[in-house]
């Protein structure tokens, strides 16, 4: 079973990076704990942690909570191409 994990970890690495692992990393690498995060948008600090660590999902509502605070909006590859093109 040992040989099984490897191959699912190997399927996982060269899988596309999602939209929860950028918000992910978007939580790690801002300026706020994550207690400062829960306080500001309501969220327990215990779902924070284990939404960083990749341990749970979260509800939509709760995704915009953190874009709002973390100064987040999704955009679309045309807009992004668009912006790209600017700087």
């Known amino acids: 079973s040992r040989q099984c994990r490897g191959t699912i970890l190997r399927m996982a690495s060269r899988r596309k990076k999602s939209l929860t692992d950028d918000l992910r990393q ?38 915009d909570k953190l874009a709002e605070v973390l100064g987040l909006r999704l955009v679309g590859p045309e807009e992004d191409k668009k912006r790209s093109r600017k700087t």
């Open 26 to 63: 978007r939580i790690l690498d801002s300026d706020l704990s994550l207690g400062q995060l829960a306080r500001q948008t309501g969220i327990a600090k215990e779902t924070l942690s284990r939404f960083s660590r990749g341990q749970r999902g979260l509800l939509v509502g709760n995704i």
